[in-house]
T-cell receptor
């Protein structure tokens, strides 16, 4: 069984479009995260949710909006896509937020044309 | 601001040639230091967590160590399947510090 899954794996779209990436974890974890990995392979936190409540909201454009319908799901919606949004987006989860290991999904490669 | 610096950026080893990867960090208070392995096109795969200076952990050919300023990932007699990018990350202590701050990684290539 896949612990942290994301859909889609690849997403190619035009500038200005709105798109969503879905994430699900079956580990029973309380906390979920979204990270962005840019072209230089640098991983950076975007958001963190603990028990459906937003904990971290790093400096990302407000075109990015996370939504957690329940503890097992954390989706990422992106409005008015720009070329600079092209990257690989990773979802992760951990049991709690303090000091616990984060387990990552396989990533979604977003390409904005 | 938390900072993680990994060196070297890339490392090429012959099969069986042992070496070490370095992770230097600056953090107000360390809650945990994490090592991950990332294969091309995949998500980071957890390897180790270290919580305090002097702690060591081992898994097969890998051994991670921690001091107050840096961590080392020692690779003993590596095999081609150990080729990957190894990522180091820190989590700071203190309220609100939940995220991992990652280094840029060391890309390891093990040549048969």
């Amino acid at each position: 069984d896949t612990a942290v899954s994301q859909t889609p794996k690849y997403l190619v779209t035009q500038m200005g479009n709105d798109k969503s990436i879905k994430c699900e974890q079956n580990l029973g974890h309380d906390t979920m995260y979204w990270y962005k990995q840019d072209s230089k392979k640098f991983l950076k936190i975007m958001f963190s949710y603990n028990n459906k409540e937003l904990i971290i909201n790093e400096t990302v454009p407000n075109r990015f909006s996370p939504k957690s319908p329940d503890k097992a799901h954390l989706n990422l919606h992106i409005n008015s896509l720009e070329l600079g949004d092209s990257a690989v987006y990773f979802c992760a989860s951990s049991q709690r937020h303090h000091g616990d290991t984060q387990y990552f999904g396989p990533g979604t490669r977003l390409t904005v044309l | 601001e938390d900072q993680v610096t990994q060196s070297p950026e890339a490392l090429r080893l012959q099969e069986g040639e042992s070496s070490s990867l370095n992770c230097s960090y600056t953090v107000s208070g360390l809650r945990g230091l994490f090592w991950y392995r990332q294969d091309p096109g995949k998500g980071p795969e957890f390897l180790f967590t270290l919580y305090s200076a002097g702690e060591e952990k081992e898994k097969e050919r890998l051994k991670a160590t921690l001091t107050k300023k840096e961590s080392f990932l020692h690779i003993t007699a590596p095999k081609p399947e150990d080729s990957a990018t190894y990522l180091c990350a820190v989590q700071a202590s203190g309220a609100g510090s939940y995220q991992l701050t990652f280094g840029k990684g060391t890309k390891l290539s093990v040549i048969p």
